[in-house]
């Protein structure tokens, strides 16, 4: 009898505890919820950047690009941080003083306010919005491994969750928030997450379904995106390295020997596997079908992908796309835009930022 009523105060206790972070959250996700509603920082369709409210500048500008050290060789590219992405329910820039904001928010989402952090760069990431601060040392964003934990217990007491799976989620989690030197990080929907740290060596946790952190066999990188389930990274000779989740083949070639032959290439997206920007302006890609035909294009300064789109900008500015009949927008819907500097996109949508810092956005949200 004593053991029952010993074990039911135990229960008893952990109730509470849950019930107390539970309550803290609520109570931080209500300060979330109010600071986006009233956010200054999301810009209109076709509306200026320069409307926004005057801000104090910051006292450490981040460059257009930057070199960091390298383990040997030289460098065709340098690293550039990630300043515009673009996600279903969300759009960040950054602009070059390292000021964050919100150019897209879906009105049932509550995300962070960044403006009182530093930012070297924005977190590519399709679940939540996240930044790399300037000491490079964490990520603002997202749910903490602590907050993931009180969830997931709460859950677990319920019935609803059981097993390692749940925990493990935690523990990726834990790792993540270890990592320091990191200079752009990507991840796929909280599952996994890879980061590029300021030596040119990569970390990822996650990645096809493994769920301890791990160091690719990689160096000299400056630039990583996810392709699907595949991680891939730019190296600064110019050439491209993966880790496939599946070695397919392509016209009698796997996507590993394909992009084995590539080189002078200064850019590199994702989306569905991966395409390059070449040094020329010429493009290549292991995609396939009418995303594929990206590679007739030329005069291209930069690039942007989804899983169903390749957009280009242009020397003189304008825009062309490839899009598939999945998209959220399609090629056409660009005409008119011009003295475009920089582009991101998803599945849902296309935006991008003009000459004159004019934010133009198209598609059908969902």
Known sequence: MMKIKKSFFIVAVYILLLNSCANNQESSDTELTGSIKNLNGTVPINQSMDDLPAQEPKTSPVPESETFPVSGGQSFVSFAPTRLYAAATYALAMDENGWVTYLYVDEDSAYPDFTKYLCAGIVEDTSWPGIITQDLKRRIGGMTSKERYAMIGDSLLRGELVGAGPMSAVERLEQQEMWQDVCQMVSVWGDWYAALRTDGTVLSIGCFGSYEAQEEDWTDIVQIV?????????????????????????????????????????????????????????????????????????????????????????????????????????????????????????????????????????????
Do not use: P
């Open 226 to 366: 996810s392709g699907g389930d595949s991680l891939f990274g730019l190296k600064a000779d110019g050439t491209v390295c993966a880790h496939l989740h599946t070695n397919y083949m392509v016209y009698g070639k796997t996507c590993e020997e394909e992009i084995g032959e590539w080189s002078d290439i200064v850019q590199i997206v994702g989306g569905n596997l991966v395409t390059g920007l070449k040094k020329d302006g010429t493009v290549v890609t292991i995609r396939r079908g009418i995303l594929g035909e990206c590679q007739e294009w030329s005069g291209i300064t930069k690039l942007a992908a989804s899983q169903y789109s390749v957009v280009g900008i242009k020397e003189d500015g304008t825009l062309i796309a490839k899009c598939s009949e999945k998209c959220g927008f399609q090629a056409q819907e660009l005409a008119g835009w011009k003295e475009i500097v920089d582009i991101a996109v998803c599945d849902e949508y296309c935006i991008a930022i003009g000459k004159d810092k004019t934010v133009y956005r198209t598609g059908q949200m969902q």
